[in-house]
Nanobody
Framework: VQLQAFGGGFVQAGGSLRLSCAFS????????LGWYRQAPGKQRELVAS???????GYVDSVKGRFTISRDAAKNTVYLQMDSLKPEDTAVYYC?????????WGQGTLVTVSS
């Protein structure tokens, strides 16, 4: 099962994007969910996670700008990205947290221009 993220695009610095990722019901309820990103030439990193109870965590570089949320009725996780910076440019992926290798999809590209 590969998880597909949607919502990427091209945006100017200071703009906003909202990413979404639909999970099967069994995966959605399996544990914490996460958004990851991989910038060119860099390793993939976990940027935000949300537990089954709704507790959230963020990497320092996105705190106060990104918000992760989950909709149990739709088995969907979202990443609201505000005040985007050029350094947020990356391919964004969704997965469990910790990630499962089999669930990596193609991701969605976010490009932020200065």
């Amino acid at each position: 099962v590969q998880l597909q993220a949607f919502g990427g695009g091209f945006v100017q610095a200071g703009g906003s994007l909202r990413l979404s990722c639909a999970f099967s019901g069994s995966i959605f309820s399996a544990g914490a969910l996460g958004w990851y990103r991989q910038a060119p030439g860099k390793q993939r990193e976990l940027v935000a996670s949300i537990s089954r109870s709704g507790s959230t965590g963020y990497v320092d570089s996105v705190k106060g700008r990104f918000t992760i949320s989950r909709d149990a009725a739709k088995n969907t996780v979202y990443l609201q990205m505000d005040s985007l910076k050029p350094e947020d440019t990356a391919v964004y992926y969704c997965n469990l947290a910790p990630a499962r290798k089999a669930y990596w999809g193609q991701g969605t590209l976010v490009t932020v221009s200065s």
